[in-house]
């Protein structure tokens, strides 16, 4: 962490049309035909694998099976971008897909095949990136935050070096969308499918997310988007516009107040990764701008509330911190952070309070703010606390004892 203003910057990546894609290296000479991947595999698949053994790529294109012969009931897994174009997509069954486009070659998923090269995409990333989260086989969030050159031009330099790398190293290709949380990285990995790049800032949130239907939002499903369909609400603007208390009033408290935050673009969750982080920080964005004078109650409790995450993430994982930093936002959009080295690396909530007070000192708190992060960096490893020996936050926060 530097003294200039560093943006949480968080990538989704997802692989395009990816188990098509993966029987698409073995079988090239269907590169642009529509291929749908569905239902299991059946003797006749076999036979032309056999009958081609050790040479997939000599497969002539007229032996393979059609869409239109196909007789099972199944469904599509996937379809390659071309037959998208017919109106082909996942989920859909094979009678229906077979009406749109008869003349799509129909393969089996080749499951070992797609963890392989899931596998392989994956380490692709980690070499150029470490903080990589695990959402399935074909995605992952990436923090790219604290990454060499993962904030020029918003993360586009660094997206484009992965998707080169994973090109290289596989064949394959992949969208990815840059934002300031995973919630928005999510959405925007979509907007340039497929082989795109999109990048989001937090000020896009009208432009670009707002016009989305509500189910564009990660955890918003078919009942929940039926239920606010019925109530008028098709676009996440037209759920920003809601009251907090009308939500929480149809969906419940937690609910409620979780679909007005991410209708206005708000999400610190962190990027969980199973290897060695470079830091740790957790961030709000207030409901409504608040200063420092005026709002001190407020803001000093949110602080600490932060710190002691902070804390907590650090216990949990097993590490100290040896920089402790804040970052914040002002009404106006700028942002700053400070940071300060400590001689006896930490993971005690009241010393990174104290620290991320010190480097709060060092900002001008004259305008209102709009956002409050606190990181620790510089990390070294010690043995984690078991889970369930973590005291309840609000419990440690009694003895934190500050403001
Ligand atoms: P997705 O990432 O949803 O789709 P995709 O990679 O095929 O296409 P896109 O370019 O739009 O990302 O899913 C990844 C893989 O997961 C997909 O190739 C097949 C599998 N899958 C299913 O098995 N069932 C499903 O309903 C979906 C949506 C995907
Ligand atoms: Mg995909
Ligand atoms: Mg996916």
Redesign the pocket.
Known sequence: MTATASDRRIAHL???????SVELLRYPQLKGLPVV?GGGRRPQDEALAAAYAGRPGDIPVAAFPLLKEYAGRGVI??AT?AARQFGVG??MGMMKAAKLCPQAIVLP?DFEEVRKYSRMFKNAITEIAPVMQDR????VYIDFTDVPGGQREGGRVLARLIQKSIFEKTGLTC?IGVAPNRLLAKMAS?FN??NGISIVYEEDLQSKIWPLNVRKINGIGPKAGEKLARLGIETIGQLAAQDEQWLMGHFGKSTGAWMHRVAWGRDDSPVVTESEPVSMSRETTFDRDLHAVRDRAELGAIFTDLCMRVAEDLQRKGYVARTIGIKLRYDDFRGVTRDQTIAEPTQDAATIRRVAGLCLKRVPLDRRLRLLGVRVASLVPVAPHSADSMPPARKQGATVGLF
Request: hydrophobic share 35%.
């Open positions: 997802d692989m395009d049309a990816f188990y098509a991947i897994t996937t971008y996942s989920a998923v399935g086989v074909d995605e969208s979509e499918k497929p």
